[in-house]
Structure formats: C-alpha cells, structure tokens
C-alpha cells in the first residue's frame, strides 16, 4: 500500500495568493482529518470527513481556509487569500474506524510545509 | 476540559530506560494513544490503551490509570534512532486530542 499520500511536499507562496493542498487517502478507509502542525500550538485537527462528508469543520480557523473531498480518493484544503501566519506543516491523515466510539488508528501523509511570505 | 500535559523535553543515554508521562483531563474518550514523529516526517502509530493497566509492544509499553487521567509512555533499551518526539493523543468519539509531544534526545 503507498500509504497517504500528499503533495506537494513544500510551497512557498507570497501573502494574498491562493494555496491548495492535496492528499490521496489509503483505499478503503472512510475517514480523513487534515491537521496543522507548530511548534507553538502542536497538531490541531482543521476538518474531518467521513464517507466524503464533512462532519466537523470546527477547527478551521476562519472563512479564508476551505476543504473539499469530491471523491473517497482525494481531497483539497484551500487557503484563499494566504497570510505569513498560516505558515505550518499541514498533515493529511485516514483511518477505516469503524464508528465513533470505537478506537482506531489514524494514519498520517508525509506532511505539506507551507511558507507564507 | 480537554487540556493534554507532557514534559516538553527529555533526554537520556543509549541502552537506558525512559519513561514519558502524559495527564489529561477530558470527560470521556475511547482510547489513549501514543504517536512517534521523527523531525521532518508524520507522526506514526506506537500504541494505544482503552482499559488501564500494561500494553506491551517491543521495546515500548504504555500505561494507562483512566481514573487518574494519567499515561505514561515506557521506551527500553534506548537506542539513538528512539530520538524522536511523542505525541500522546486522547480519542474522543472520532477525534484525536494531541498533546504538544515531548522531545526525547538519546545521547551515546
């Protein structure tokens, strides 16, 4: 299995630019998270999607970030316009978790870093 | 609350033990879990505790009091690529609560 997949890998792009990140969860798994990772703040979940819904957006943290998964293959987490303190590694992760109140393990992408100028 | 405390940072010599405490306070949760992330790469999966007591994995165990709201993360047998930091992670219902992850540094 190739594992989560995420590109690109590094982006830098000026503030006010549009910025869009990718990720290709593992077949068969129903539920993907996209994170950011800082050193000040650690990993905060942003959305989570499960069978391709949006289930909880509670952690984006304003208008200008969006996230879409159009398929059970693929996602997006767009930031329109970007600012220098949305710069972070932005991690993708799945899992095939079997309901809410069951544990599971997620399974992490190789991570975005984003630099904002 | 859901507030996750671990030590920010740690260090320990090659071949020794080394014990990684995280506490929590959150209302209800399905599992405690412990990721590794090497610097520049994903957090991956160590372990995880739903009932308390002892989980042993290898060289990793991990403990888990639910009533103390308390876990800790035990490495043996410390060897330089366990430099690392760990993440502890409540589940509650389908999300993940991470803590700020503890930095270990193995000296030889």
């Known amino acids: 299995d190739a594992g989560v997949i995420q590109s690109p890998r590094h982006e830098v792009t000026e503030m006010g630019q549009e910025v869009t990140l990718r990720c290709k969860p593992i077949?068969?798994?129903?539920?993907l998270f996209w994170y950011r990772q800082t050193m000040m703040r650690g990993l905060e979940l942003l959305i989570y999607f499960n069978n391709n819904v949006p289930i909880d957006d509670s952690g984006m943290p304003e208008d200008r970030f969006s996230a879409k998964m159009p398929n059970a293959s693929f996602s997006t987490l767009k930031i329109q316009p970007s600012e220098p303190r949305d710069s972070a590694v932005y991690f993708c992760?799945?899992?095939?978790?079997?309901?809410?109140?069951?544990?599971?393990?997620?399974?992490f992408g190789p991570g975005t870093r984003l630099t904002v100028t | 609350g859901q507030n996750i405390d671990q030590p920010t940072e740690m260090t320990a010599t090659e071949g020794a033990i080394v014990q990684i405490n995280c506490t929590y306070q959150t209302s209800g949760f399905n599992g405690l879990f412990w990721y590794q992330q090497h610097a520049g790469e994903a957090p991956t999966f160590l372990s995880y505790n739903v009932l308390d007591g002892l989980e042993e994995k290898g060289r990793f165990s991990s403990f888990l009091s639910r009533s103390k709201g308390y876990s800790y993360l035990l490495l043996n047998e410390l060897q330089m690529k366990d430099s690392a930091s760990y993440l502890c992670a409540v589940q509650r219902t389908y999300k993940y609560i991470f803590g700020t992850g503890t930095r270990l540094k193995v000296l030889a």
């Open positions: 077949s068969g798994h129903n539920s």
């Open positions: 992760a799945s899992s095939s978790g079997q309901g809410a109140n069951f544990p599971y393990e997620q399974y």
